[in-house]
């Protein structure tokens, strides 16, 4: 056989097996399975007072995202808690006063530097209002003003950190998640205590399969290293029995908002040492591709009720 065509016949197969490789995709455990679990803070959760998820949940989103406004038709997006802060923090501004002094929309640890601050208190160009434009009847902004303003800006002053406690750095949003799912190693879907609590895991599992849904402004998704930590503490951030985070393969499920997001993480968990009834808490240790620094979700700083989430218990 004439040596360039064995060649080529060769090479043929590397490229058909490195493509084919790249596409293999598992079953898929959360297929017809839409439960899912919000990060949204509800009414009766008692939030720290000037914490990114209080100013989202009494402030951005009854106040901002109403109708003909920040509800999607532009920026900032004050409809969900990921895309608010995705919209302000580090964001370039599109309105801006007459000698262009304003960069971003939120600047950390300045809010005297930040438009969204001076929105709130002055018209920037004599044209555009002071923000809120208009309030829905179910805001309480009118009363609740003065109080508003100081926990906005108390927030920006502390260095608008995130839901989860991390702090952003110019040019680098840091990676976030957009989904967890958990499955049983029978591949059966697990509910949650209350719907938004713990997953509860019946003590005849012994495996305990979780995916992650990650995305990174700079990078592919898969680029995103880290390990997961577990613990009985709810904020025990000690390295130890670090179970890897593996990302051969990808499935499509539902993520936090409800949407169909791709999860290329996952890590599975061997059940048989921890005690029934006991709540076990998950800490990612995630590497930012772009910086190199790592970051804790959930952090110590994040909300008592996003922690809860981030836990599994057997029953």
């Not at 679990?37 to 901002?64: C, K, M, W």
């Not at 004050?78 to 923090?89: A, C, G, H």
């Not at 009834?277 to 952090?299: A, C, M, N, Q, T």
């Amino acid at each position: 056989m004439d040596t360039k065509f064995q060649f080529g016949v060769f090479l043929l197969a590397i490229l058909i097996a490195a493509c084919t490789t790249d596409k293999v995709v598992p079953d898929n455990p959360f297929e017809g399975f839409k439960e899912t679990v919000s990060l949204e803070a509800n009414n009766d959760t008692e939030l720290e007072s000037g914490s990114f998820a209080q100013l989202h949940r009494d402030i951005f989103a009854p106040t901002y995202a109403n109708s003909g406004c920040h509800d999607g038709q532009f920026e900032p997006d004050f409809r969900k808690i990921e895309s608010t802060y995705n919209t302000l923090v580090y964001h370039p501004v599109l309105k801006n006063n007459p000698s262009a002094g304003f960069e971003y929309r939120v600047v950390p640890f300045e809010s005297t530097n930040s438009v969204l601050w001076e929105r709130l208190n002055n018209d920037i160009d004599g044209q555009s209002g002071i923000m809120p434009l208009a309030v829905d009847p179910d805001s309480d902004w009118e009363e609740r003003k003065d109080e508003y303003l100081h926990m906005i800006r108390t927030w920006i002053e502390n260095g608008a950190p995130d839901i989860f406690g991390n702090i952003a750095e110019e040019g680098n949003i840091k990676p976030y998640l957009l989904g967890m799912q958990a499955y049983a190693d029978n591949g059966s879907s697990l509910s949650r205590d209350g719907g938004n609590g713990s997953i509860l895991i019946p003590t005849d599992i012994e495996d305990l399969g979780i995916w992650f849904s990650m995305q990174d402004d700079g990078a592919d998704s898969r680029q995103i290293r880290g390990k997961l930590y577990l613990s009985y503490e709810v904020d025990d951030f000690r390295e130890i029995d670090g179970h890897n985070l593996i990302t051969s393969a990808q499935i499509v499920g539902a993520g936090f908002e409800g949407e169909d997001v791709l999860f290329s993480h996952q890590s599975f968990i061997e059940l048989d040492s921890f005690d029934k009834g006991k709540v076990v808490y998950l800490h990612l240790r995630i590497i930012d591709p772009e910086s190199g620094k790592f970051l804790w979700i959930p952090g110590v700083d994040s909300p008592d009720y996003i922690k809860e989430i981030f836990s599994f218990k057997r029953f």
